[in-house]
């Protein structure tokens, strides 16, 4: 029995168990950190989110997680690439956030590999803490696994928001976690009804969550 | 009698001057005091006005000492006696220095003295004077000209029918009958000539840029040989900058074609920057997306000012390894991914946030460029109180939208529900773009909270303002 754990312990052995150990950070909001591999979001890693409209509450689902980053006191760059609008500084300062950390990339227009090529420099070269991009074009799935490895090297987590359609859905994923998100009314109050349509190492699922009145409960 | 005088205002504000020097020379560690106060200046006299020249000697001089000033149009006087130590001896020192000139093309005249002033006006009078203790400034400087000391040709002319020639005849009058007859001015110089007050001059400051040039023998049409040869010109470039310890925010390189035409190639930085191979990898970009009109005959490259940069210090351990590569902003990493993100994608594509004090709501976020110096030192989190209808959307839309409306009720995709406000929003009334306008939060069909206005003025137009995300 001891020489088998001592066999387990090999580095060249992987066992699918083995990732749910990772580390994660809490997302602020306790339902979700308890569907979520490992208690959270991933400290290092891709993550997919898929929104249905741009508005959904895919950024409000974010704000705990940017301002618990952003306000330690060795925090590296939080980077929004490729942002649809403009972020609204007095309203992310005032969940939070802690501005002097968030840098901005803009995509020019005519440059359609910027958003990919600017999150893959912004992933490995170490200084940021967590990358936002916004990529509303197809994305090949070599490009996602190439954005997952660029996450190991600079151990960054990226968020990567993108459109949530039947046929992105439908397409294989290297994230190691993918959401949908889609804004729904669950009586009088508005939410978001959340999907975990990928998740390395924890369940798929489905449920209504009440992203404000999480976030009054957090005193946020 | 009058000599009288002299000895008795000579002895009470030498004390004075003394103290006033103290300050300006350092002693170094175990010579006497009385030499580590003294001063040693060497002057400089063109025979003919030469404004260039005299610049090219200045900038020689700072080789020696920091303590340089230009006498224009022909002048110039430098302090040595800091300097002599590091030369081995005055001697070789003044070698170096008169073989500079000679290397510079010209052989003016050089003297030295404990004051600037007897050093420039035994200059500008010829004679070779080299006189290195204060004791025998006074009797060596008498014998100088007056009109060495460049007064008014008024005042010399008054001088000389008194039958006033010299420097030691003008320093025998009596003080308070010289001032009146001729004006605080010439009396103060006289002071300075003698160490007797002190000479404070402002030290020459050359501003300072890197040209380079090369002329190929045959004409270049290819990338990628243009930036080879690029590479020895920004070698040098990064040298100069590092001994300089500076760095620079915007780099041209002309690239010179056929009939006179030619193209410039700009790197343009957020902050100083010193290393080569930086602005090789910068320029490859660079060059990567200008075509070129013809084939190259010659680079050129030119630093524009020269900014003091403070030496980057390297994190010892790697970014989030026991929690190193310090804050976002100190590692030099980090501005390096910046400056390659401005590179590639142009200088206005990276940016910070920061909020501003404004009504407005359009002026209330503003963007913030990476050369701006609040950029990385701008103001922490300010956790505003929450009020649930004062709250503001997460995004912002550059330009309001146009809503359409139906019954007087806004539209987008269908029917809008206002579930907060209305919240007036009056600000720069006074001004033509003024705005009034109500806003409201609202919810759209698909349940996305949305921030709308109504203007208060007709024609009371509906517009999306934000989103909450």
Same mark, same amino acid.
């Given at each position: @029995? +001891?020489?088998?754990?001592?066999?387990?312990?090999?580095?060249g052995?992987?066992?699918?168990?083995?990732?749910?150990?990772?580390?994660?950070?809490?997302?602020?909001?306790?339902?979700?950190?308890?569907?979520?591999?490992g208690?959270?979001?991933?400290?290092?890693?891709?993550?997919?989110?898929?929104?249905?409209?741009?508005?959904?509450?895919?950024?409000?689902?974010?704000?705990?997680?940017?301002? &618990?980053?952003?306000?330690?006191?060795?925090?590296?760059?939080?980077?929004?690439i490729?942002?649809?609008? @403009?972020?609204?500084?007095?309203?992310?300062? &005032?969940?939070?956030? +802690?501005?002097?950390?968030?840098?901005?990339?803009?995509?020019?227009?005519? @440059?359609?590999?910027?958003?990919?090529?600017?999150?893959?420099?912004?992933?490995?070269?170490? &200084?940021?803490?967590?990358?936002?991009?916004?990529?509303?074009?197809?994305?090949?799935?070599?490009?996602?696994?190439?954005?997952?490895?660029?996450?190991?090297?600079?151990?960054?987590?990226?968020?990567?928001?993108?459109?949530?359609?039947?046929?992105?859905?439908?397409?294989?994923?290297?994230?190691l976690?993918?959401?949908?998100?889609?804004?729904?009314? +669950?009586?009088?109050?508005?939410?978001?009804?959340?999907?975990?349509?990928?998740s390395?190492?924890?369940?798929?699922?489905?449920?209504?969550?009440?992203?404000?009145?999480?976030?009054?409960?957090?005193?946020? | 009698?009058a000599?009288?005088?002299?000895?008795?205002?000579?002895?009470?504000?030498?004390?004075?001057?003394?103290?006033?020097?103290?300050?300006?020379?350092?002693?170094?560690?175990?010579?006497?005091?009385?030499?580590?106060?003294?001063?040693?200046w060497?002057?400089?006299?063109?025979?003919?006005?030469d404004?260039?020249?005299?610049?090219?000697?200045?900038?020689?001089?700072?080789?020696?000492?920091p303590?340089?000033?230009?006498?224009?149009?022909?002048?110039?006087?430098?302090?040595?006696q800091?300097?002599?130590?590091?030369?081995?001896?005055?001697?070789?020192?003044?070698?170096?220095? %008169?073989?500079?000139?000679?290397?510079?093309?010209?052989?003016?005249?050089?003297?030295?003295?404990?004051?600037p002033?007897?050093?420039?006006?035994?200059? %500008?009078s010829?004679?070779?004077?080299?006189?290195?203790?204060?004791?025998?400034?006074?009797?060596?400087?008498?014998?100088?000209?007056?009109?060495?000391?460049?007064?008014?040709?008024?005042v010399?002319?008054?001088?000389?029918?008194?039958?006033?020639?010299?420097?030691g005849?003008?320093?025998?009058?009596?003080?308070?009958?010289?001032?009146?007859?001729?004006?605080?001015?010439?009396?103060?110089?006289?002071?300075?000539?003698?160490?007797?007050?002190?000479?404070?001059?402002?030290?020459?400051?050359?501003?300072?840029?890197?040209?380079?040039?090369?002329?190929?023998?045959?004409?270049?049409?290819?990338?990628?040989?243009?930036l080879?040869?690029?590479?020895?010109?920004?070698?040098?470039?990064?040298?100069?900058?590092?001994?300089?310890?500076?760095? #620079?925010?915007?780099?041209?390189?002309?690239?010179?074609h056929?009939?006179?035409?030619?193209?410039d190639?700009?790197?343009?930085?957020?902050?100083?920057?010193?290393?080569?191979?930086?602005?090789? !990898?910068?320029?490859? !970009?660079?060059?990567?997306?200008?075509?070129?009109?013809g084939?190259?005959?010659?680079?050129e490259?030119?630093?524009?000012?020269?900014?003091?940069?403070?030496?980057?210090?390297?994190?010892?351990?790697?970014?989030?390894?026991?929690?190193?590569?310090?804050?976002?902003?100190?590692?030099?990493?980090?501005?390096?991914?910046i400056?390659?993100?401005r590179?590639?994608?142009?200088?206005?594509?990276?940016?910070?946030?920061?909020?501003?004090?404004?009504?407005?709501?359009?002026?209330?976020?503003?963007?913030?460029?990476?050369?701006?110096?609040?950029?990385?030192?701008?103001?922490?989190?300010?956790?505003?109180?929450?009020?649930?209808?004062q709250?503001?959307?997460?995004?912002?839309? !550059?330009?309001?939208?146009?809503?359409?409306?139906?019954?007087?009720?806004?539209?987008?995709?269908?029917?809008?529900?206002?579930?907060?406000?209305? !919240?007036? #929003?009056?600000?720069?009334?006074w001004?033509a773009?003024g705005?009034?306008?109500d806003?409201?939060?609202?919810?759209?069909?698909?349940?996305?909270?949305v921030?709308?206005f109504?203007?208060?003025?007709?024609?009371?137009?509906?517009?999306?303002h934000?989103?909450?995300?």
């Open positions: @029995m +001891n020489a088998l754990a001592r066999l387990l312990e090999h580095p052995i992987w066992r699918g168990r083995s990732l749910t150990r990772i580390d994660t950070l809490s997302s602020g909001f306790p339902e979700l950190d308890a569907r979520l591999a208690g959270g979001w991933p400290k290092t890693g891709l993550v997919e989110i898929l929104a249905t409209h741009l508005g959904s509450g895919e950024l409000r689902l974010l704000l705990p997680l940017l301002a &618990a980053l952003t306000q330690r006191p060795q925090a590296r760059w939080c980077t929004w490729a942002p649809p609008l @403009m972020p609204y500084a007095p309203a992310l300062a &005032a969940r939070g956030v +802690n501005l002097s950390r968030i840098l901005v990339v803009r995509a020019p227009q005519d @440059m359609q590999w910027a958003p990919e090529w600017a999150t893959e420099q912004a992933l490995i070269c170490g &200084a940021c803490d967590i990358v936002l991009t916004w990529i509303t074009q197809p994305l090949k799935p070599r490009i996602v696994r190439r954005l997952q490895l660029a996450t190991q090297r600079g151990r960054t987590l990226a968020f990567v928001l993108r459109p949530w359609s039947a046929r992105i859905a439908q397409q294989p994923s290297h994230a976690l993918r959401l949908g998100i889609e804004p729904q009314r +669950n009586g009088d109050r508005s939410g978001v009804r959340l999907s975990i349509l990928k390395r190492g924890g369940a798929q699922g489905e449920w209504w969550l009440d992203l404000d009145a999480a976030q009054a409960a957090a005193g946020v | 009698m000599a009288r005088v002299l000895r008795q205002s000579l002895s009470v504000p030498q004390a004075a001057a003394t103290a006033l020097q103290l300050p300006l020379a350092i002693a170094p560690a175990g010579s006497p005091p009385a030499a580590s106060l003294s001063q040693l060497l002057a400089v006299h063109l025979p003919q006005p404004p260039v020249l005299l610049q090219r000697l200045g900038v020689l001089a700072q080789r020696f000492t303590r340089v000033s230009l006498e224009p149009p022909d002048g110039l006087v430098l302090e040595v800091g300097s002599v130590a590091l030369f081995g001896g005055l001697a070789p020192l003044y070698r170096a220095f %008169r073989a500079g000139c000679r290397a510079a093309g010209s052989s003016p005249m050089l003297t030295l003295a404990p004051t002033l007897a050093a420039l006006a035994a200059a %500008r010829g004679v070779s004077f080299k006189v290195l203790d204060q004791q025998h400034l006074v009797s060596a400087v008498s014998a100088l000209p007056l009109a060495a000391l460049r007064w008014p040709p008024q010399l002319q008054r001088l000389s029918k008194l039958g006033v020639y010299r420097v005849h003008a320093l025998r009058l009596p003080r308070a009958g010289f001032a009146r007859r001729f004006g605080r001015e010439p009396l103060q110089m006289l002071d300075q000539l003698v160490a007797r007050s002190a000479d404070l001059r402002p030290p020459l400051r050359v501003a300072e840029r890197f040209r380079a040039q090369r002329q190929f023998v045959r004409e270049r049409e290819d990338h990628a040989q243009i080879q040869a690029l590479q020895p010109l920004l070698k040098q470039l990064g040298e100069f900058l590092e001994a300089r310890q500076c760095g #620079i925010t915007r780099l041209t390189c002309r690239l010179r056929r009939n006179q035409t030619h193209t190639c700009v790197v343009r930085l957020a902050q100083p920057e010193a290393v080569a191979a930086r602005f090789l !990898e910068w320029f490859a !970009e660079r060059l990567g997306r200008i075509a070129l009109p084939p190259v005959r010659s680079l490259l030119r630093s524009g000012e020269l900014l003091s940069r403070a030496p980057v210090h390297e994190s010892l351990w790697q970014p989030s390894e026991h929690g190193g590569g310090g804050a976002a902003g100190s590692a030099s990493g980090s501005l390096e991914f400056e390659r993100l590179m590639r994608l142009g200088e206005l594509a990276v940016h910070g946030l920061i909020c501003q004090d404004s009504h407005c709501p359009e002026g209330a976020s503003r963007s913030l460029s990476p050369a701006d110096p609040n950029f990385r030192h701008a103001a922490g989190a300010i956790r505003a109180p929450q009020i649930p209808g709250a503001r959307p997460l995004w912002l839309l !550059e330009t309001p939208q146009l809503l359409r409306e139906r019954a007087g009720w806004p539209q987008l995709d269908g029917p809008l529900r206002l579930r907060h406000g209305p !919240e007036r #929003i009056e600000s720069q009334w001004e773009h705005v009034a306008r806003y409201y939060h609202a919810t759209d069909v698909h349940g996305i909270a921030w709308v109504r203007e208060r003025q007709p024609p009371h137009r509906w517009f999306l934000g989103l909450s995300g």
